[in-house]
């Protein structure tokens, strides 16, 4: 089996400038759970449930298990990372 034989049809996007809010919408709607983020004709990334779901901004980021945090201390389990707005050259 490969890819091409259990990818959705037609492709559903959604372009790096319009809202979070109608991403998930589309996602909703077409009960998916990932979109390739475009830019023009261009794949600048991909948006998934987990990118929705865990948000600082929420307070649904994902933690360390309780367990953990009792022998180390509480943060996220990995260092925030910032993507630069558009993609590098070399990407392109």
Not at 13 to 27: N, T
């Amino acid at each position: 089996m490969n890819a091409a034989e259990i990818i959705s049809h037609p492709v559903i996007g959604i372009g790096s400038d319009e809202p979070i809010v109608e991403a998930a919408r589309k996602m909703l709607q077409h009960r998916i759970s990932g979109l390739p983020v475009t830019q023009g004709d261009t794949l600048v990334g991909i948006v998934t449930e987990g990118d929705l779901l865990r948000r600082a901004e929420t307070g649904t980021e994902r933690r360390r298990p309780r367990w953990l945090e009792l022998l180390v201390g509480p943060g996220p389990l990995a260092p925030a990372i910032t993507l630069p707005r558009t993609a590098p050259k070399s990407a392109r």
